[in-house]
């Protein structure tokens, strides 16, 4: 997988998770409106109260946009409560509101310094600008202050995919599946991060744990072919992409996982059409147009290979794995130049197939890097 492939499937992640944030109603710091009689809330405590439970029955129901309304009129009511401004920032991240869920939760924590879930809240907001930095520090913070928060440990994975941490990634997530062993997201992000290492075997134990917890889930069945393949089961692996395109059919990682799968059982006709759909349904999915080039280049179209390796990097000039294989095409085929070309690019960006593709340069006829799942990271 590559990098756009694991954002998507961690926003995902946090979308799923702050729709059943527990700290909804939970935890939330007493309201600091000032002194009030004894059982005499005031008509705007009253009013406020009234009107968040029309906003969880708005939320309950998908009534999004009606709750942040109503949430803002909370807040309005109440503008030093900490939790009114926690549910809002909650609310926020539902309607996609990312920019305001990350102002919501820095007025609960002004209001309340120590109140974690709005830490918590803060670093998905985060995650979701694409600000993992942040969100580390925010998630670390949520943290120190409630050590048993596996909401705070699932985003905190997340973050550190994000930076390609994949041990500090695997850590976290392996902290939040201990605190909650049901949580699905938590199972599954853990597997994802253990594959990125290379753990397989960990990584399939994981990933069928999250399956089991919530079988319908097309994206955990991607990674899960990918565990799969990387093992050497490629028809077990096959099952899986099928069963992930069957739950949504519109989903390109799905389908070019079954590209790659297909290739490596040599299939090439059906190699062909599953990279052809994953990147009709996301034309600027360069593993894609790389695995394409892959399929095209064995079948002995050089040219159609290279402009498919050409597409890949116009969308992504720094993608490792289309500099390989188009430098190893070059070599197949006698041009050395651009061959070599390809080998002085890679120096900067990965020497381990720098080092394979001199190899392929030197001895084009001979076995290069086996193609997998890990060539189109």
């Known amino acids: 997988m590559g990098r756009n492939r694991r954002k998507e499937l961690l926003v995902m ?6 729709l059943t944030l527990s ?22 405590e009253k009013l406020a109260g009234e009107l968040c439970r029309e906003a969880e029955i708005h939320l309950k129901s998908g009534a999004y946009d009606r709750a942040v309304k109503v949430l803002k009129q909370v807040v309005r009511l109440k503008p030093e409560d900490a939790a009114a401004h926690h549910r809002l920032a909650l609310a926020y991240i539902k309607v996609g509101r990312y920019e305001d869920a990350v102002k919501a939760s820095r007025q609960a924590i002004l209001f309340q310094a120590d109140f974690p879930a709005a830490h918590t809240a803060l670093g998905a ?23 048993d928060n596996p909401e705070a440990y699932a985003y905190l994975g997340a973050a550190y995919m994000l930076l390609n941490d994949y041990e500090a990634a695997a ?21 994802s991060a253990l594959a990125y290492l290379g753990r397989h075997r960990e990584a399939l134990e994981a990933l069928e744990k999250g399956i089991r917890l919530k079988p319908q889930k097309a994206e955990a069945f991607v990674d899960l072919a990918a565990a799969l393949s990387n093992l050497g089961r490629q028809q077990q692996a096959l099952e899986a992409c099928r069963k992930a395109i069957a739950l949504n059919p519109e989903l390109p990682e799905a389908h070019l996982g079954l590209g790659i799968i297909y290739l490596l059982m040599d299939d090439l006709d ?31 179209y050089y040219q159609e290979a290279v402009d498919s390796f050409r597409k890949a990097l116009g969308i992504k000039p720094d993608y490792a794995g289309a500099h390989f294989s188009l430098g190893c095409l070059h070599a197949k085929y006698g041009m050395r130049a651009a061959a070599l070309q390809e080998h002085e690019i890679l120096k900067s960006l990965n020497l381990t197939l720098a080092d394979e593709l001199f190899l392929a340069i030197v001895w084009p006829h001979g076995p290069r890097q086996k193609f997998d799942f890990g060539l189109l990271k």
């Open 270 to 300: 059906e190699s062909t059409n599953a990279f052809k759909m994953a990147i009709r349904l996301k034309p600027d999915y360069y593993q894609a147009h790389s695995g394409l080039g892959e399929v095209l280049g064995r079948r002995g």
């Open 13 to 18: 992640i946090v979308v799923v998770l702050a």
């Open 125 to 147: 907001a985060y995650i979701l600008l694409d600000n993992p930095k942040e969100a580390v520090e925010a998630l670390k913070r949520a943290i120190r202050l409630q050590a």
């Open 171 to 191: 850590a976290a997530y392996q902290q939040a599946v201990r605190l909650a062993p049901d949580n699905a997201e938590a199972q599954i992000g853990w597997g």
């Open 23 to 44: 700290s909804w109603g939970a935890a939330a710091p007493e309201s600091p409106l000032g002194p009030k009689s004894p059982g005499q809330p005031s008509e705007a």
